[in-house]
């Protein structure tokens, strides 16, 4: 069965940037869609990106200009990147399988404080 | 981005009764719709995809209905278990958007 597991700093500082790992066994990140989507406190979600099993990326248009996510297929993990973070970033990251447009698959969630 | 207004935010049921969680969305999207439930300290589980399917593994007393723009959840028989945040989320266009949530307790 999938797992994902995401990994990272809890804390990071404003102005930084966030990078996350999310480690996946079970299945090829070479196959199908890989995504990150975080809660933010009070409860909002947010769908933030996804890498496809060519490695092409789609993004949120609220993040385009400071989130990229990247992968290493030799380790099976796919990565965020958000850079220039503010405290409206504090939130549990998750990663996810994508299976056409639903997550049937969840990482545990990790939660980043942006807080100097 | 289309706007999904989720209701309601909370509600109380009693064991074993018939619960209904709705979401509107801004624009019609086409049965691309699906529900998660989301315990405490826990990450989200699909229960309802496609509108009306149900994941494998999720108990028969959840299902889902709707078109359009109305969507609903219901449960079945309220479970001690079933106590959860719910969500719904559309996939019919990018970004992908999720409703606000609610919080489902038992009586």
């Known amino acids: 069965e999938v797992q994902l597991q995401e990994s990272g700093p809890g804390l990071v500082k404003p102005s930084q940037s966030l990078s996350l790992t999310c480690s996946v066994t079970g299945y090829s990140i070479t196959s199908n869609y890989w995504g990150w989507i975080r809660k933010f406190p009070g409860n909002k979600m947010e769908w933030m990106g996804y890498?496809?099993?060519?490695?092409?990326?789609s993004y949120n248009p609220s993040l385009k200009s400071r989130i990229s996510i990247t992968r290493d297929t030799s380790k099976n993990q796919f990565f965020l990147q958000l850079n220039s973070v503010t405290t409206e970033d504090t939130a549990t990251y998750y990663c996810?399988?994508?299976?056409?447009?639903?997550?049937?698959?969840w990482g545990q969630g990790t939660l980043v404080t942006v807080s100097s | 981005d289309i706007q999904m207004t989720q209701s309601p935010a909370s509600l109380s049921a009693s064991l074993g009764e018939t619960v209904s969680i709705e979401c509107l969305a801004s624009e019609g999207i086409s049965n691309d719709l699906a529900w998660y439930q989301q315990k405490s300290g826990k990450s989200p589980q699909l229960l309802i995809y496609?509108?009306?399917r149900l994941q494998d593994g999720v108990p028969s007393r959840f299902s889902g209905s709707g078109s359009g723009t109305r969507y609903s959840l219901k449960i079945s028989g309220m479970q001690p278990e079933d106590e959860a945040d719910y969500f719904c989320?559309?996939?019919?266009?990018?970004?992908?958007?999720f409703g606000a949530g609610t919080k489902l307790e038992l009586k």
């Open positions: 496609a509108a009306s």
């Open positions: 996810a399988k994508k299976f056409l447009g639903w997550f049937a698959y």
């Open positions: 989320q559309q996939s019919y266009k990018y970004p992908y958007t």
């Open positions: 890498i496809s099993y060519s490695g092409s990326t």
